[in-house]
């Protein structure tokens, strides 16, 4: 990637800097996932079903889909810190919004507004990420970035849980809020105010579009990471009503599942950095076959624990695929990078439906599995394609 940042006046410390950029992952994380544990909560306040509020998971998901195509290309010529730090300014007053939401339809169109700037914001944030550090270490500077949505299932979203069940839902998002603040207070001190970078284009970013490399890549996250949201969207019902274990066990579940993420975030940076190609194989391969243990595990807090760990850690696959976007990207490097997160939301919206489905036809919670093992093997197919058309291209024609 060509991409780099020159400062004058400022030296660059990229610790701090991927820090303060892993701050608005935090922030971003409690939302998204949160937003999952409280469906239990908000639900009776706005008077609907639980399989009704998966919607508002969905709106979510389609917020970050629409937004981040859109963002990017307007974006295109901002510089990158001035970019992060009014995304982060909208996702703040978004949720706002959604702690004051009175109805469901309400609910809906504030938590799309909340998502349009998740996609855009990892995207940017990524690439000014690694272009602070060497080529072979990309994958680890998107991790660090990715590190604080990871936290933030471990801390953000079961606090937002206990939120949730003592002084009410709608603090989950006002935390969210302030948490947004926080990033954009720490993005405007230490991101470099001088950055120096290849010239882009709204029309240079659209070629991503045209790009069967990108469209292959992000397909494979759309597909391969829904069976992962079909499980999560499902996981604190699935506990109080298939396992049994009470609501005070809700919390335990969700910061397992989230350290699992933190872990796997660490462990798959490393790998992808060494073997780019083998990492999505490797995390959709095993994501299916815990998938299929999921039913089964579900029936005993002591079963589904150790199993939600290592699910958590399959939570991972979009940084490989993010490091393999800035290779075939070319000139669009920003849409691409944002793109990646709309693929990622749009398994967001793919699996908790595909999963409501199987529980409305009476499957039950634990079903959720099993349409998060398709989705996996359907996803290796996808990465399995989108290799094969690399080496084709790749090779002379005759």
């Known amino acids: 990637m060509s991409d780099t940042i020159s400062t004058t006046a400022v030296e660059i410390r ?20 949160a937003a999952m544990a409280l469906i239990p909560y908000f639900s009776p306040s706005l008077q609907i079903a639980e399989t009704t509020a998966s919607h508002v998971i969905s709106a979510y998901a389609l917020g970050v889909v629409a937004g981040a195509p859109v963002l990017a290309v307007l974006g295109a010529r901002w510089q990158r810190r001035s970019l992060l730090i009014a995304l ?35 995207g940017v944030a990524s690439l000014l990420a690694a272009s602070v550090v060497p080529r072979g270490q990309r994958s680890k500077a998107v991790a660090r970035v990715m590190t604080g949505l990871t936290v933030a299932t471990v801390l953000g979203v079961p606090f937002a849980n206990v939120l949730g069940q003592t002084v009410g839902w709608r603090w989950g998002f006002g935390v969210v809020a302030l948490l947004a603040v926080l990033c954009a207070a720490m993005i405007w001190i230490y991101a470099p105010r001088n950055e120096v ?7 240079a970013e659209l070629s991503a579009l045209r790009n069967r490399q ?21 996981l604190t019902t699935t506990v109080r009503e298939v396992t049994q274990a009470g609501e005070a066990a ?42 299929l243990l999921y039913a089964p595990a579900a029936a005993a807090l002591g079963t589904l624990l150790p199993l939600v760990f290592f699910i958590g850690m399959s939570g991972a696959l979009s940084i490989p695929l993010q490091s393999r976007l800035m290779d075939v990207a070319g000139e669009a490097q ?16 793919i699996g908790p439906a595909l999963a409501a489905a199987a529980i409305g036809a009476g499957y039950g919670y634990q079903a959720s599995g099993y ?19 690399a080496r084709r291209s790749a090779s002379p024609a005759r």
């Open 334 to 349: 920003t849409l691409a990078a944002a793109l990646n997160h709309s693929a990622f939301n749009t398994a967001n919206a």
């Open 250 to 291: 809700e919390p335990l579940v969700l910061s397992v599942i989230g350290l699992g993420m933190v872990v796997g975030t660490i462990v798959v940076g490393w790998f992808a950095d060494r073997w780019p190609n083998l990492a999505p194989f490797v995390v959709m391969a095993a994501s299916g076959a815990l998938m």
């Open 197 to 203: 970078r290849r010239t882009s284009s709204p029309l």
């Open 14 to 33: 990229p610790g701090i800097l991927h820090f303060a950029l892993a701050m608005g992952g935090f922030a971003i994380g409690t939302s998204e996932f």
């Open 214 to 234: 990108v469209l292959l890549t992000l397909l494979t996250g759309a597909v391969g990471f829904g069976g992962f949201f079909a499980v999560y969207a499902y």
């Open 88 to 122: 982060m300014i909208i996702y703040a007053l978004t949720h706002v919004a959604s702690a004051f939401a009175q109805t469901y339809h309400g609910m809906l169109a504030y938590r799309f507004a909340s998502g349009l700037p998740h996609g855009a914001y990892f």
């Open 371 to 389: 349409v998060g093992a398709l989705l996996s093997v359907a996803g290796i197919v996808c990465f399995a394609v989108t290799l094969r058309d």
